[in-house]
């Protein structure tokens, strides 16, 4: 007979925190990539030089951490696409789960890990400008958490919610893998086309795909756009893990 | 109520059926040997029953729930193997912090003192373990989750002869302690003979036999003499399996005899001997001496 009786939640929470207690490798990495990202990728600022012809020169230099914003996208589609294996997945069902409870730690664990590289994204920046601080003669313009607090909460929320769409899409690329080696060469034909031939993801009138997220300028908008698409991309993968076999060989 | 239902449960991958048509029930609290030749089943109708793979057809229960996809049958139910995914950040002790955490039942004293007996120090990783202490592991994973329904398959694989002998012993102390259904499938059957109160046999997609050890035991007899003697005395009975050993020719029968049958035989100065029961197995299975002497024997004459 049956002794032991768990709810979703609980089991959900449970493998939550049997995820994060074997995949500490995955923060690692981030920090790893954040620390190379600062220091190889830092000098990429733009310099530009006003010369008003009076003996005055002021040199602007912008520096941004659009490097490390890239880094941490990319660290973010691996790492959805990497909980998707079968590796993931034997853990899992070596202790008490089925493919509900599982994937809703997969989910939860992807909240955490955005959330963690929205925020030490963010962080770095002012990272940067301590770096900047060691150039001599340097007035700095800048937004920090004391001048505008808001803003630079929305930039840990956008952040945040970039990585989380992005560990959405290598989440579901994962997942249709699994269920089908045949997504490869599908993917990689997507892939092959967009670079060859150029075809746009357009959506409607010669708007790209992305500029549906990144030209959107309410941020309660761009919230609910996120929303709706790591739902939908979820959604997918659920319904494809739902039917998986495990341990297949 | 038995603890595991088949009903006509058939599982194919793609084209090839793996199990056909499968009638069966499995009772509780009662330790049953899963037996059978490479490549017939065994994994596949443990793992059906795991909840890790879908039945293709037919109904299929545990505890009266079907287990794919079921969290109450995960939860009571544990599967040990040597492909068991262990995660490879963690050493053997966070591995039984986890078993802990996800085995009400979970004996973690129990588990501490076998390992420590086994001499398998928790500060080790999973993955570097050799082949038999990796087993052991399992197995100790398995003894002390204590699940209402446990199954090891072939939980012996690379252990050494003491090993297989204290693992036996260990789960059959803790079952008399702690009565469950134990599923156990092995190909050495003569070694877990004693440990086990039914055997399931799987042979060609579907049950050769299911019942008690001691039915098995008594389900053939051995007739051994001259090959002569047997074929003039003994050709009424449904003869399982012959085999040559020398100048003896050993016949095993279908025991369906009378003792007045029996006395007979023994006259014409036939050799009439109770099988075990992995002797009876083996050659229900096609596996006893001289089968695959056939193939060479073929390749030398051409």
């Not at chain 1, 941004?64 to 993931?88: C, E, H, R, Y």
């Not at chain 1, 086309?193 to 309410?218: D, K």
């Amino acid at each position: 007979m049956f002794t032991t009786q768990w709810s979703v939640n609980e089991l959900a929470k449970r493998q939550y925190l049997f995820k994060l207690s074997t995949n500490g490798a995955v923060f690692t990495t981030l920090i790893v990539l954040q620390i190379i990202g600062t220091i190889f990728i830092s000098g990429a600022g733009s310099t530009f030089m006003n010369d008003w012809g009076e003996g005055i020169t002021f040199n602007f230099t912008s520096i941004s951490n659009d490097g490390q914003v890239g880094l941490t996208l990319f660290w973010a589609l691996i790492v959805g696409f990497l909980l998707t294996s079968a590796a993931q997945r034997n853990e899992s069902f070596s202790f008490v789960t089925n493919r509900l409870t599982f994937q809703l730690a997969n989910f939860y664990f992807i909240c955490t890990a955005a959330l963690l590289g929205g925020v030490t994204t963010v962080l770095l920046g002012s990272v940067m400008k301590i770096v900047a601080l060691f150039g001599d003669n340097i007035i700095i313009e800048t937004t920090g958490l004391l001048t505008s607090p808001l803003d630079f909460f929305s930039r840990i929320l956008v952040m945040t919610a970039y990585t989380l769409l992005l560990m959405m899409i290598g989440y579901l690329l994962g997942t249709l893998i699994q269920f089908s080696k045949l997504f490869i060469v599908l993917f990689g034909l997507i892939w092959f086309m967009y670079f060859t031939f150029g075809i746009n993801l357009s959506v409607g009138e010669g708007e790209s795909l992305l500029y549906f997220y990144y030209g959107e300028t309410s941020i309660l908008l761009f919230i609910l756009k996120v929303v709706v698409s790591v739902s939908v991309l979820f959604g997918i993968s659920f319904f494809v893990t739902n039917r998986l076999e495990v341990r297949n060989p | 109520m038995p603890a595991i239902t088949l009903k006509n449960v058939t599982k194919s991958y793609r084209s090839i059926t793996v199990l056909n048509q499968l009638n069966l029930e499995i009772r509780e609290n009662v330790i049953t040997g899963l037996v059978g030749r490479n490549g017939v089943g065994k994994t596949t109708l443990m793992k059906m029953v795991a909840g890790f793979i879908k039945e293709s057809d037919g109904e299929l229960r545990v505890f009266g729930e079907r287990p794919f996809n079921s969290l109450k049958v995960s939860a009571n139910m544990i599967f040990i193997d040597d492909m068991m995914g262990f995660p490879d950040a963690l050493t053997l002790g966070d591995l039984l912090m986890e078993c802990d955490r996800f085995y009400e039942n979970w004996d973690q004293d129990l588990a501490m003192r076998l390992l420590e007996y086994f001499k398998l120090p928790l500060t080790l990783n999973h993955r570097v373990l050799s082949k038999g202490k990796r087993s052991t592991f399992n197995a100790v994973v398995g003894i002390a989750t204590r699940c209402p329904l446990t199954m090891f398959d072939e939980p012996i694989t690379g252990m050494d002869a003491g090993a297989r002998r204290d693992f036996y012993r260990a789960l059959l102390k803790d079952y008399l302690a702690h009565p469950r259904t134990i599923l156990l499938s092995s190909h050495h059957m003569e070694e877990m003979e004693d440990l086990l109160e039914d055997i399931l046999i799987i042979d060609g997609k579907s049950i050769a036999f299911h019942g008690p050890i001691t039915e098995l035991q008594e389900k053939f007899l051995s007739l051994q003499a001259k090959e002569s003697v047997l074929k003039s005395h003994a050709t009424r009975y449904g003869v399982v399996h012959r085999s040559n050993a020398g100048p003896m020719t050993e016949w095993i029968v279908d025991n369906e005899h009378t003792e007045a049958e029996v006395d007979e035989l023994k006259q014409a100065g036939i050799r009439v001997s109770a099988l075990s029961a992995s002797e009876a197995y083996l050659a229900m299975t096609g596996q006893t001496t001289g089968g695959v002497d056939d193939v060479y024997n073929a390749m030398e004459r051409e």
